[in-house]
């Protein structure tokens, strides 16, 4: 068990290019979840999966991001035509999860920066 | 809609001091409750969880108790240290998946 691993760690990109960003859970978990945490707040919640069903989508989640996870494995986050409203640290996080929510464990995150 | 405070915001101790940190919650319906701590520029490391039904959780020199019915919940360190310095985050998980803003603690040698 190496944990949850997000790719890349950093990623500078131009107003509006597309950016994706990558999540491995941990193997056995079956919920994986997005967040977006700027500097001085607390994680805003963005999207979670349950296996491979995506099962609710935060108001923040714009038409410009989408998620996937085929398979119910790794998992993608793209932003399509960045902003500099995007540049935040976007992390990933999953959890073994039954009818309540269990404990949810954290990847190290990836910062964004828009230019 | 779930909103979570943290009091104190920021924390300032010696080395050796107990102290308390606070999370209060405004939707009481929750599954269980999370503490997290953050290092600057990394992830959430995952510290306690206390189920609905539980009172307290402890983990060596960490200690949480969760009231949920008046939307509570604190996080006792005992005997602090530097390394303890970080920002301290919970979550109560219900319906949302929402965090408080921390509490960030700095233990001074």
């Known amino acids: 068990d190496t944990g949850v691993s997000q790719n890349p760690r950093h990623k500078i990109t131009k107003r509006g290019q597309n950016v994706t960003f990558r999540c491995d859970p941990i193997s056995e978990h079956n919920r994986l979840y997005w967040y977006r945490q700027t500097l001085g707040q607390g994680p805003e919640f963005l999207t979670y999966?349950?296996?491979?069903?995506?099962?609710?989508k935060s108001r923040l989640l714009s038409d410009r991001f989408s998620a996937e996870r085929p398979k119910g494995s790794f998992s993608t986050l793209e932003i399509q035509r960045t902003e500099q409203g995007d540049s935040a640290m976007y992390l990933c996080a999953s959890s073994f999860g039954g009818p309540s929510v269990s404990e949810q464990y954290f990847g190290p995150g990836t910062r964004l920066t828009v230019t | 809609k779930q909103e979570v405070t943290q009091i104190p915001a920021a924390l300032s101790v010696p080395e050796g001091e107990n102290l308390v940190l606070n999370c209060s919650f405004t939707d009481s319906a929750i599954y269980n409750l999370q503490w997290f701590r953050q290092d600057p520029g990394k992830g959430l490391t995952s510290l306690l969880l206390i189920q609905s039904s539980q009172r307290e959780q402890t983990s060596g020199r960490l200690n949480a108790s969760l009231d949920k019915s008046s939307g509570r919940s604190t996080l006792y360190i005992a005997a602090s240290q530097p390394g303890d310095s970080a920002t301290y985050l919970c979550a109560p998980y219900g319906q949302n998946f929402v965090f408080g803003p921390g509490t960030r603690l700095s233990v001074l040698p």
């Open positions: 999966f349950q296996n491979e069903a995506q099962l609710e």
